[in-house]
């Protein structure tokens, strides 16, 4: 998967725009959140593509975390420090943090394993909205605001095993949410596997806001909408 054409790069800096952040939602994850929409008023990009970039750059690390301490918005110029760095700080030309990624053991900069593993967990990460996010809040019987749903991206991590791998799998092995008030807090856990064999493991940290009580019909209606914006996309 290429990615030059999700993001321009200029005098040491790397940019977004809306329509490249909306492109790599929709084509490469899957993710139909409107909030990646290109004329989204609380227009963000999406923290896979951040992800993404940091693995093109970087190379995979047996033990990766990503904390995401601000939202990206259209044009927001950024800085990717120096491989060495650690922690690695992704900031904008104000120096304002967006991104913080810890990394540690053996580096693999192999594009074949890393261009496999990005396209694995952006797919992966992309379906969680409905098919994992509806269960879990029918189950706690609470939903997020149908007209505003808000779904932030708060951190990930990665363990691997072992880098000498090929064509990596990502399969769920737990889903968890915790209610407090109107605010929850996703963990998504997840292994890798390579040849049948689980290499790896992961989890991805969501905060859901606005929460309210759950109504079947209104859920319903929000898992239609968003598969007719799906299809009006693919079509």
Do not use: W
């Not at 072992?162 to 799998?169: N, W």
């Not at 996703?186 to 049948?196: D, N, P, R």
């Amino acid at each position: 998967m290429l990615l030059d054409d999700y993001y321009d790069e200029n005098q040491g800096s790397l940019c977004i725009s809306r329509q490249q952040a909306s492109d790599f939602a929709k084509r490469v994850a899957g993710d139909f959140n409107p909030i990646h929409d290109e004329d989204a008023k609380r227009f963000c990009v999406p923290g896979d593509l951040l992800f993404a970039l940091v693995l093109n750059k970087y190379g995979l690390s047996q033990h990766m975390r990503f904390v995401f301490s601000g939202m990206v918005g259209d044009g927001v110029k950024l800085h990717f420090p120096a491989a060495d760095v650690e922690p690695i700080i992704i900031t904008d030309n104000n120096g304002k943090d967006y991104l913080r990624i810890e990394h540690e053991g053996l580096t693999s900069k192999d594009p074949g394993l890393v261009q496999n593993l990005i396209q694995r967990y952006v797919e992966f990460s992309g379906q969680t909205f409905p098919h994992i996010l509806v269960p879990l809040m029918a189950k706690h019987k609470v939903m997020i605001n149908p007209d505003r749903p808000l779904v932030i991206y708060e951190s990930m991590a990665i363990d691997m095993e072992r880098l000498d791998i090929s064509d990596p799998q990502l399969e769920l092995s737990q889903s968890t949410l915790n209610v407090e008030g109107k605010r929850g807090s996703v963990c998504l856990e997840f292994c890798i596997k390579s040849a049948g064999q689980v290499v790896g493991k992961g989890k991805k940290n969501m905060v859901l806001s606005g929460l309210r009580e759950f109504e079947q019909q209104t859920i319903e209606q929000l898992e239609n909408d968003y598969a007719a914006r799906k299809q009006a996309y693919v079509c």
